[in-house]
Structure formats: structure tokens, C-alpha cells
């Protein structure tokens, strides 16, 4: 029965029904895991984790180059009429996203001292240089996902991203059991150990001659400009993205108390656990927006895009009356102050669900400068409500303020994907 149900289903809902299933399951796994954490760590301490996490994040972004989703649009791109050149371009790819990542640590090595001063937690570089070696283990399991995302195997990134996820939820309980539980171990054993565990998983699940090796020299060249030419305003894009989802957390580290900071961190990590459902439904578009080709199809993407993204919102909305009992039982009355704050950010996720498969039209249009620009309006937007908003209304403004620039972006782009008045299929990059 169930095969046939699945043979019913078009390519892109299968690959997203695989994923959302991985997805919430990493989803419940992770919300344990942060249970343990953050009640092993408590508010204040657990607020420098949350700032370091914020931190690797925006490091992560900087590292990529855009490289990410610039392979898979150039992989998909190809399917499977030239499948050595797609491991050519798999493996440029991999080895450029390497490189990056330990230029970024080197660097960021070097200058902990003052960066970690800048970022309002003194005298923590060493913490901050392991979070960054994070950042490098984190690049290397992501990797070897962003291959199989654009060869299509959904099934494979769940595999990995639920080695992660089991791993955490385990060495989180050893160490708390050991009584060896501190930031540091989470950074080290559940930050760097769990996603270096993960690419050994990834690379195991790599079909044959996909292994990552060197290209010859000149290929290298050629795919890495390639890769580099159309991921540069992806790569501003997803750094302004990435600020916009970490830069109200900076700021409140500017004005609020460690204890308030570690709720509102709770708060926004529970919400970017319910945000691996967007996620998934992303990384299943994804490949499909890049490959779309004419209006009927593109108008079938849109169509059904929606509607999944409909579904899933109507999913979510249990979360809403749930958090309280939720919070408080896990977490404790500590965290109490989280409750609020998690839903009000619950919104800001649903939204983005909602709008996800429209935005992704950028990459059938080929306009990576789009998105960036969405992304500069949702930063500059963000961060001039935030510093109004903090001071006055504290956590709730950071919130309000989020969801202004979430949605001032997504009417940006939208308003210029509708100057289009007929569907223009662009070159593709395999061309």
C-alpha cells in the first residue's frame, strides 16, 4: 500500500515526504536534546551558548561563499545526461566549501581576542575558537548533503541528519549522567563530534565515483569560476539571511540581563527546530525550482508548493496552545519567560513556510541579485526596529521586529518577480 501510494506521488512530494518525516524526527530528537542542555546549563550559561551557536552560524554563512546552493543548481542542472561532469562539479564543490571553512577558522583564530569582546562575551576566545571549528566540522557533514540534495537523494540527508541528531541526544545524556556536561564538552563532543560523525555517514551513502576527489587542475579552475561567479550573490544573500535571523540575538546581548537572554535563546532555538519543516520543504524545492522549464511547469511548482506549504502550517498550529505545558514541564519555571516569545516566533515560521515556495522562483529566473536584495531590505529592516524596539519592549520588540523584515523582504521580491509578465526561462549554467 505503501508503495503505491508512493508511486502516486510526483518526485518533488516524495522527496519532501522523506525529508519532513526525517525532519520531524530530528525535530523531536533535538527538542530532547536541548531539554537536557539547557537545563544542565541553565539561563545564564546557557545564553553564551545560544551566542556562540549565533556566532558559528553567521561564520557558516561567511565560509559558504554561496557555494551550497550554487552546486546544486548546477548539478541538478544536468540530471543525468553527463554524469561525469556531475561529479566533476560535485567534487570542485567540495574541496572549495573545505578550503573556505578553514580559512574562516584560521582567521577567526587569530582575531578571538577582540572578536569575542565585540560580541559581548569577554574573555571567552578559547570558546569562541572551538565554536569555530565547529563551523569546519559543520561544513564538511553539510557537504556531503548538498550532493545528495542535487542528485535527489532525499532519503541519504536523512540518514545524516538523524545520525546527528541521535548522536547529540545520546552524548548529551553520557555527559550529563558523567556529570561532564559544561559548554565546553557541548561545544566539542555535541557540536564538532556529532557532525564529524555525520560526513563518515554521508560519505558512506555517496554513489560510486562520487567519493570527493581532486579534479584536474583545469577543471578545478574552470567549475570553481564557474560556481563562484553565480554563488556570489547567493553567498551575500544567505550572509544578510543569516544576519537576519542571529542579529536580534546580538543585540539583546547588548541590553538584557544573561538569565532573559538564555530564555529568549531557548525561545528561538525551539523555533528553529520547528523550523526543519520549511527546511525540508526547501531542500525538496530546491532542485525542483532550479530545473523548472516553461510556464506549465512552473506554474505546476508554484501550485503545488503552496498548497504542501498550506499543509504544513495547519500542522503546526497545535505548537500554540502546547508551548506552555511544553516549556515549563521540559524546561522548568526558569524559562518560563520562553513561552510567549516562542510562539510569537512560531508566527514568524509559519510565515516563512508560506511564502518559501514563491520566493525559490528566483532560482528558476536565474536572479541570485534578487535574493540578495531581499536579504539586505530584511537586515536593514531588522536591525533599525530592533535597536528602536529592544530598549522599550525588550525580547517581544526583537520578535516584532523579525517578522517586519521577514516580511518586508518577501514583498520585495515578490514585487519584482511580478514585473515578469510571461515566464523567462534563463540559460542554464550546465549551458
Known amino acids: 500500500m505503501v508503495s503505491r501510494l508512493g508511486s502516486r506521488l510526483d518526485p518533488v512530494t516524495r522527496g519532501w515526504a522523506v525529508i519532513f518525516l526525517g525532519s520531524t524526527t530530528r525535530l523531536v530528537l533535538g527538542f530532547v536534546a536541548s531539554v537536557l542542555i539547557a537545563r544542565e546549563l541553565g539561563p545564564a550559561v546557557f545564553g553564551v551558548y545560544v551566542i556562540l551557536a549565533a556566532v558559528s552560524n553567521l561564520a557558516g554563512a561567511l565560509a559558504d561563499l ?13 540530471g543525468t545526461k553527463d554524469p561525469a ?5 560535485g567534487q570542485t564543490f567540495f574541496w572549495l566549501r573545505l578550503g573556505a571553512a578553514l580559512l574562516l577558522l584560521a582567521g577567526g583564530g587569530l582575531l578571538s581576542g577582540p572578536l569575542s ?20 566540522a559543520t561544513a564538511m557533514s553539510g557537504s556531503v548533503s548538498t550532493l545528495l540534495q542535487a542528485m535527489g537523494r532525499f532519503g541519504s540527508i536523512t540518514l545524516v541528519m538523524l545520525t546527528n541528531a541521535v548522536l547529540t541526544v545520546l552524548l548529551a545524556g553520557i555527559l550529563i549522567q558523567g556529570g561532564e556536561l559544561t559548554i565546553i564538552t557541548a561545544l566539542v563532543v555535541l557540536g564538532v563530534g556529532t557532525s564529524l560523525a555525520s560526513f563518515v555517514v554521508g560519505l558512506r551513502l555517496l554513489p560510486p565515483g562520487w567519493l570527493p576527489g581532486l579534479p584536474s587542475g583545469r577543471l578545478f579552475r574552470s567549475e570553481a569560476r564557474a560556481l563562484l561567479r553565480f554563488g556570489l550573490w547567493l553567498w551575500v544573500g544567505g550572509v544578510l539571511a543569516m544576519l537576519a535571523t542571529q542579529i536580534d540575538l546580538l543585540l539583546l546581548n547588548r541590553w538584557l540581563d544573561p538569565a532573559t ?8 532555538n525551539l523555533a528553529s527546530k520547528v523550523d526543519v519543516v520549511q527546511h525540508s520543504l526547501y ?4 532542485p525542483a525550482a532550479s530545473a523548472a522549464r516553461g ?13 504542501r506549504s498550506a499543509l504544513l502550517a495547519v500542522v503546526l498550529l497545535p505548537l500554540f496552545p502546547l508551548a506552555d ?29 508560506l511564502v518559501s515556495p514563491l520566493l525559490l522562483l528566483a532560482f528558476t529566473f536565474n536572479r541570485p541579485r534578487l535574493l540578495a536584495g531581499a536579504d539586505a531590505v530584511r537586515v536593514g529592516t531588522l536591525t533599525t526596529l530592533a535597536i528602536v524596539l529592544i530598549p522599550g519592549y525588550g525580547p517581544v520588540g526583537a520578535v516584532a521586529a523579525r517578522f517586519v523584515s521577514r516580511f518586508a523582504g518577501a514583498v520585495f521580491t515578490l514585487a519584482l518577480l511580478s514585473r ?12
Request: aromatic share 8%; glycine share 8%; proline share 6%.
Open 117 to 136: 569582546m565585540g560580541i559581548g562575551i569577554p574573555h571567552q576566545a578559547a570558546l569562541l575558537t572551538l565554536a569555530l571549528v565547529g563551523v569546519v
Open 66 to 78: 554561496g557555494l551550497s546552493e550554487s552546486a546544486v543548481q548546477r548539478i541538478a542542472s544536468l
Open 295 to 307: 510556464e506549465e511547469t512552473v506554474d505546476s511548482y508554484v501550485k503545488r508548493g503552496l498548497i
Open 261 to 268: 537572554l538564555g530564555a529568549y535563546g531557548l525561545a528561538l
Open 325 to 353: 505545558p511544553l516549556i515549563l514541564f521540559f524546561y522548568g519555571p526558569a524559562y518560563a519567560p520562553a513561552v510567549l516569545l516562542f510562539r510569537l516566533l512560531l508566527g514568524v515560521t509559519i510565515f516563512d513556510l
Open 283 to 286: 531542500t525538496a524545492l530546491l
Open 85 to 89: 561532469k556531475a561529479r566533476e562539479r
Open 420 to 431: 515578469s509578465r510571461r515566464i523567462e526561462v534563463p540559460v542554464s549554467p550546465a549551458d
